[in-house]
């Protein structure tokens, strides 16, 4: 074969790889405003845009092959923010301070500490006009000061008004916006992404200044990423780093598909595998942040599993899918609606359920008193059962103690253990005790090693049966301490001074 043969293959088949890199451009995709800034979303209902109904289709011109994102970038950058987070933390200004031996010898707090600055790097994306963020609650988690930069290099302090442990989502509002008007951005409808998409990430990577990089969706309702109540991530292999937390996951239209989230990686650094949570998921906490509400989401009232083979063999299915229900919560809005132990959900209102994160998530983006169509199999049976979502009871006021004066366990706050708490902690819906929901920093409790999700059974051989008993007991003062409790799923007894 003569080098001009080869040279002719080579180009012909780096033609077709640039092809289907840019299979879906932003000409083919609906039409682009490719000179104006994002639709401004209008509190508390954010924009949202209606499902593409374009046709997926291949490059068929060398004009096509060189089409660009930059259009789509351009309208979509202004309301990608820079986030930075202060963080006040003490340093032993002695370097002997942490050793065992010089602290016993020259005695707890002998040492001095001083305070040292921290600043953490992320990225968040505008939601609303009026100045509110979307970010990632590990962003901004206990810092001190929160301040954002806009891509024209506009700063804004700003307030954090929500941070959602369950969803790893933080809402932040502009301090002192103005007259200035944010380019917010529009929210897609997630539930439309397909494999092989391409979408763009854009955020502040290691700090170096906002960056968009481009890839595909590489796979949906991704699980086991990261610790979260509500885990149903979208992979894609466009570059994410650190520093692109918060950003935002856009596709070629210009709409919010996703808040980028964490990475798959053994070096720091991107190997194609990044996560973000569903732009479905994220509307809901945005629209929380908005209205200045709290997040208020459904409570099913039953324990899943997933379907793994065996249990699949067992129940006649053909395949492995599903969440098989292992407990159902007395009185709750499962048991109302009619399920019970045994019973495997199959879909909900339509979509397919492979399993309980899948299920959970599906259920959390339902409003509150929406009736949802639940495929249930019992028995080998499919049915529909149409379930009303209703939300977790709301706390008493009795259900809750603080501690605080001279006591032991002052500085501890904890809740009476309902059906609804025990299951998002994983707990008996018959457990008893009371469950430590804060501990201050540095009290007699902290001090004392108490420790959040403590489940506290008894002090002084006392049961604590409620939060009323617990509040009675622990504001006693007597010489020693017999406390009961359960951490980790293991019981343990201690005696500790009074």
Request: charged share 15%; proline share 5%; hydrophobic share 45%.
């Amino acid at each position: 074969m003569s080098m001009r043969t080869l040279l002719l293959a080579a180009a012909a088949i780096a033609v077709l790889a640039v092809g289907g890199t840019l299979a879906f451009s932003p000409w083919n995709a609906p039409s682009v405003a490719q000179n104006a800034a994002p639709a401004v979303a209008v509190a508390p209902q954010l924009s949202v845009a209606p499902p593409s109904s374009a046709v997926r289709t291949v490059p068929s011109s060398d004009g096509q092959v060189k089409l660009s994102f930059a259009p789509v970038v351009k309208a979509v950058s202004p309301s990608v923010v820079n986030v930075y987070a202060t963080h006040i933390e003490q340093q032993a200004a002695s370097p002997f301070a942490n050793d065992p031996f010089f602290s016993r010898f020259f005695g707890q707090g002998q040492l001095q500490t001083r305070p040292r600055e921290s600043q953490a790097l992320g990225s968040g994306v505008i939601v609303d006009a009026g100045g509110v963020i979307l970010t990632n609650r590990h962003v901004i988690e206990n810092a001190t000061d929160v301040r954002i930069a806009l891509s024209d290099g506009r700063e804004f302090a700003v307030d954090v008004v929500i941070e959602d442990a369950q969803t790893d989502l933080a809402v932040l509002r502009v301090r002192t916006p103005g007259d200035a008007v944010f380019p917010a951005i529009t929210f897609a409808d997630s539930d439309s992404l397909a494999v092989g998409d391409l979408v763009l990430a854009i955020g502040n990577p290691f700090g170096v200044g906002q960056t968009v990089t481009s890839g595909i969706v590489s796979a949906l309702a991704r699980t086991g990423v990261e610790r979260s109540d509500y885990e149903f991530f979208i992979q894609t292999d466009a570059a994410i780093n650190p520093g692109n937390s918060g950003g935002a996951l856009v596709d070629l239209d210009g709409h919010l598909v996703g808040i980028n989230t964490a990475i798959y990686s053994q070096s720091g650094g991107s190997v194609g595998i990044g996560f973000a949570i569903p732009a479905n998921m994220a509307r809901l906490v945005a629209e929380a942040g908005i209205s200045g509400g709290q997040i208020v989401r459904p409570w099913f009232g039953a324990k899943l599993q997933a379907v793994n083979a065996d249990i699949a063999a067992s129940l006649g299915m053909v395949a492995p899918h599903g969440a098989l229900i292992t407990e159902v919560a007395p009185n709750g809005p499962a048991a109302r609606a009619g399920f019970a132990s045994g019973d495997v959900i199959l879909s909900v209102d339509g979509t397919a359920v492979d399993d309980p994160s899948g299920f959970n998530f599906r259920l959390a983006t339902k409003p509150i008193g929406e009736t949802a169509a639940l495929q249930r199999m019992r028995a080998g049976v499919d049915d529909t059962v149409n379930f009303t979502v209703e939300a977790a009871p709301a706390i008493e006021p009795s259900q809750i103690a603080v501690i605080s004066g001279n006591s032991r366990f002052s500085g501890t706050s904890v809740e009476q253990i309902d059906a609804a708490i025990a299951e998002v902690k994983g707990l008996p819906y018959d457990a008893n005790g009371v469950i430590v929901t804060a501990v201050e920093k540095d009290s007699a409790a902290d001090q004392m090693g108490l420790k959040v999700d403590d489940v506290i059974l008894s002090l002084n051989d006392v049961p604590m049966d409620s939060a009323k008993a617990f509040a009675a007991t622990a504001s006693q003062r007597t010489r020693t301490w017999q406390i009961i409790l359960q951490r980790d799923g293991r019981v343990t007894r201690s005696i500790v001074s009074g």
